[in-house]
């Protein structure tokens, strides 16, 4: 049975820890197999060598520090982004117009959450747009939707379609491109919807969460690569004993 609460507390993050990330993972990969976008997997975690870039961004929403939702943003880079299997024309037109690309990818909500879509669904939009336009510096999004959900990011979030519907073999289904102008950002922006996902106030509030987010994987990395040179010198002090 769907969960349904008027105002549940939603609380948006950069996923940092391994943990996060498996469950990011996981969530991804049992919605997509529910609606039959991909095949069981022996671990049961979403497997994309887009995910794994170091340069991709992955956020979860969580529920009393549960994760119910994630969405995933791929910078472009020298692999290009999965959009460019369909619409790679028409990202290079951009590309040829210095715009700087990202993808929102891997959108998954946990089925107990669909009764409070909506409200997961602002607040994983207002990380990106934040994230993507004052942390990362892209300008423009794209990502590939199912068909029937492309009125939604049209009429609600002032996404724009470009290029043909296609069919998307990675999800094994029939996919709309649309693109978003995040320098639509720095204006008031047509829709309720919209409008109070990127207000003022809600996106100084991301803003802070996401600097102590990216403080925290700052942390986590040093970390990392403490363990790392440590490990590495240990062993070198083995092999010379």
């Known amino acids: 049975m769907p969960t349904r609460l008027d105002s549940p507390s939603i609380d948006v993050a950069l996923a940092v820890t391994d943990a996060e990330l498996d469950a990011a993972s996981r969530l991804v990969h049992e919605c997509y197999r529910r609606r039959g976008y991909v095949k069981p997997t022996p671990d049961g975690r979403h ?3 887009y995910l794994a870039q170091p340069s991709t961004a992955v956020f979860v929403a969580r529920v ?3 994760v119910v939702a994630t969405v995933s943003l791929i910078a472009d880079s020298a692999h290009r982004l999965p959009c460019d299997a369909l619409w790679g024309a028409e990202l290079g ?3 040829a117009d210095h715009r700087r690309l990202a993808e929102v990818s891997a959108l998954a909500v946990s089925e ?12 994983l939009v207002r990380a990106v747009g934040v994230y993507g336009r004052e942390f990362a510096g892209f300008d423009t999004l794209c990502i590939a939707v199912h068909p029937r959900h492309a009125s939604f ?3 609600l979030l002032a996404f724009r379609r470009f290029g043909a519907p296609r069919r998307y073999e990675a999800v094994n289904t029939h996919a ?10 720095d204006r008031p922006l047509d829709g309720a919807f919209a409008a109070e996902v990127f207000t003022s106030e809600a996106r100084r509030q991301m803003r802070l969460a996401l600097q102590h987010d990216l403080r925290r994987r700052r942390a986590a990395q040093r970390l990392q ?3 790392s040179r440590t490990a590495v010198e240990a062993f070198g002090d083995r092999r010379m004993c």
Do not use: F, T
Request: no cysteine; hydrophobic share 50%; proline share 3%.
């Open 153 to 155: 990011y049209e009429s």
């Open 93 to 95: 037109e951009l590309r």
């Open 47 to 49: 497997a994309n060598p």
């Open 64 to 66: 009393e520090g549960a």
């Open 225 to 227: 690569l403490l363990h």
């Open 112 to 123: 107990a959450w669909r009764g409070a879509g909506l409200l997961v669904m602002r607040a």
């Open 176 to 185: 709309e491109g649309l693109l978003l102008d995040l320098r639509q950002l």
